[in-house]
């Protein structure tokens, strides 16, 4: 008997456009973000905002994300102190380690729930709340119900275009096909830089921004994030759900 369709492993460099998105509107975390995003705007139409206070949610919901996901990507993900706390190691590992081991991983690719759902709300709710305020409560709750489905289907867009980036798929878009050969610079080059995933507007603002031919010598901790077997003798967490520290190219390991 075949297993079901997530109990099997689903790697993006294998993979056409059409099986990815297949796989990407079953996908558990897409499920969720869709049926809540639902959720948010039907209790918006039950105690709606004025049109402006609506729009400016929206707008400023869709303009934040890019920047949260820049600091959390740069200064929580890509830190050296996760691991370091044996309670988030195992976070630090589900979240983004994993990813950096085997970038194509899909399962991995996609954010977790714990995380990503407070994140998101905390982002875009109480901003929403914020710019609602002026119109009064019920204009609060409307806004802040429409920032949240915005940051949802924000969020849903920023995983299909990362999914899009590691899938084995020339984009046609000039703008996805130059974001992608940046981020693979991220994932197979160096990894101090070029953190954003929709636009690189912040990497230039902090100077993160980079080309390849910018930084000659590859950063030896590209796929372990700072976690090599020296670390883990120290702070063994990590390894010992990972089943060891895997080192090399993830495509070249085992041959």
């Known amino acids: 008997m075949r297993p079901g369709f997530w109990n099997r492993s689903h790697h993006l460099d294998k993979m056409t456009l059409r099986e990815l998105v297949v796989a990407y509107f079953q996908y558990p975390a897409i499920i969720a973000y869709i049926a809540l995003a639902l959720a948010a705007i039907a209790a918006f139409a039950w105690r709606p905002a004025p049109l402006a206070p609506t729009l400016a949610a929206v707008v400023v919901s869709a303009l934040v994300y890019p920047l949260v996901w820049y600091v959390l990507h740069r200064w929580v993900l890509h830190s050296r102190w996760m691991f370091k706390i044996a309670p988030l190691a195992s976070t630090w590992k589900r979240i983004h380690y994993d990813h950096h081991q085997d970038p194509n991983h899909l399962e991995v690719l996609f954010?977790?729930?714990h995380t990503t759902l407070p994140t998101i709300a905390l982002a875009t709710a109480p901003l929403g709340y914020a710019i609602g305020s002026f119109w009064g409560a019920d204009a609060a709750f409307g806004a802040a119900c429409v920032a949240f489905a915005t940051g949802l289907l924000t969020t849903c867009f920023y995983e299909f275009c990362h999914c899009i980036q590691?899938?084995?798929y020339k984009p046609k878009s000039k703008w996805l096909a130059e974001m992608k050969k940046r981020h693979m610079a991220h994932h197979f080059h160096d990894e101090n830089g070029n953190y954003g995933i929709t636009t690189f507007l912040w990497d230039?603002?902090?100077?993160?921004?980079?080309?390849?031919?910018?930084?000659?010598?590859?950063?030896?901790t590209v796929f372990n994030l700072g976690y090599t077997p020296e670390v883990a003798k120290r702070w063994p967490k990590v390894?010992?759900?990972s089943g060891g520290v895997a080192t090399g190219h993830p495509r070249?390991?085992?041959e």
Do not use: I, N, V
């Open 166 to 168: 590691h899938l084995a």
């Open 239 to 241: 390894a010992e759900l």
């Open 252 to 254: 070249k390991r085992g």
């Open 204 to 220: 230039k603002l902090f100077g993160t921004y980079y080309d390849r031919a910018e930084r000659p010598e590859k950063s030896p």
């Open 111 to 113: 954010g977790a729930l």
